[in-house]
């Protein structure tokens, strides 16, 4: 007999804990004004991709269209512009400027972020080359007041090789790192273990002044001033390539149409989480493509939202108003 699943509707979060449930999420889901434009509705520049990780820039591209985002821009390596452009018709691209070797020219990569003035928020490092440049382009965008910006995947590894890099950091930041990039940040695993992952979680957040998502099963999200929330998601279907770069593509959206971080962080989660139970009622355990989940993640905000309105306002009548006539 098969084991039974988990279901995380009847997760309960330990004590001092938030639980990321459904009703949380549903007061988190931002309104769209009905006569909105797409820059009403944010604009997300995302720094990401290399020749050996392109998949993921356009992951996170589509991720951040599906999640609400108005504009969203992918800016990756000149060289592979190209490639990348039209893969997400919905998103425009950016060339930045590289070196003779291909690796980003940091400095001059750096400016032509810097003059993005339409950019209400930045995600760097998914799928990005291991080096010096990513290193140096990341700890310019930490170094430097700005829009909030998302790190994730290799800017995360270039934190990890910056001792006490917190210490110069002037831009609000949202960290998504997965175990093994956050046992680098701090030199040191983590715990399988809630608890641990918990307290571990929140005292990095309060050190490094930024929320940290640290992903996994039960995703704990902190926030510096000691909020900590956690989800009741335990899915090994998500245990594949690139579905991280969509959560990071999907928490940076939301962080672009005017949430704040540790909300932006949470709803994220969420949707994510969810997205990926509705992938795996219908595949399994395993087979789960990182592809499947953005158009699942506009569908859960879609009913997110739908219970947002009617808990909002319990007597709402449905239909069409009876028409009024003259007297």
């Known amino acids: 007999m098969a084991p039974e699943v988990p279901d995380w509707r009847r997760f309960k979060a330990p004590h001092g804990v938030e639980t990321l449930n459904e009703e949380h999420a549903a007061t988190l889901v931002p309104e769209r004004d009905l006569r909105g434009h797409k820059g009403t509705f944010g604009t997300l520049l995302c720094v990401c991709g290399s020749l050996d990780y392109l998949g993921a820039s356009l992951l996170v591209g589509y991720a951040a269209v599906r999640a609400g985002a108005g504009l969203v821009s992918v800016a990756v390596p000149a060289s592979l512009q190209p490639i990348v452009a039209g893969r997400v018709m919905e998103a425009t691209t950016m060339g930045l400027p590289e070196t003779a070797s291909g690796d980003l020219d940091a400095t001059a990569a750096l400016a032509a972020i810097h003059g993005r003035s339409d950019a209400d928020a930045l995600l760097v490092g998914s799928g990005m080359r291991p080096g010096d440049a990513t290193r140096d382009l990341t700890l310019g965008i930490v170094r430097e007041a700005g829009i909030p910006a998302v790190l994730d995947a290799e800017a995360l590894n270039s934190l990890a090789r910056t001792p006490d890099w917190w210490a110069k950091r002037k831009r609000t930041l949202i960290l998504t ?3 093994g990039e956050f046992g680098r940040l701090e030199d040191k695993p983590v715990a399988d273990d809630d608890a641990e992952r918990v307290e571990r979680a929140g005292a990095a957040a309060t050190r490094w002044g930024t929320v940290v998502v640290l992903k996994g099963a039960h995703t704990v999200v902190a926030e510096p001033d000691g909020g900590v929330a956690m989800a009741g998601f335990e899915n ?71 219970l947002k309105v009617r808990v909002s306002t319990p007597n709402r009548r449905l239909g069409f108003n009876p028409r009024a006539t003259d007297g």
């Open 177 to 179: 790192p997965h175990p």
């Open 236 to 306: 090994p279907a998500l245990a594949t390539g690139g579905t991280g770069d969509v959560l990071a593509g999907t928490i940076a959206s939301l962080l672009a149409q005017g949430m704040a971080p540790f909300d932006a962080a949470c709803l994220g989660v969420f949707l994510h989480g969810v997205a990926g139970e509705h992938v795996r009622e219908r595949v399994g355990d395993a087979g789960l493509l990182a592809g499947e989940l953005p158009a699942e993640v506009a569908r859960v905000r879609r009913h997110l939202a739908g």
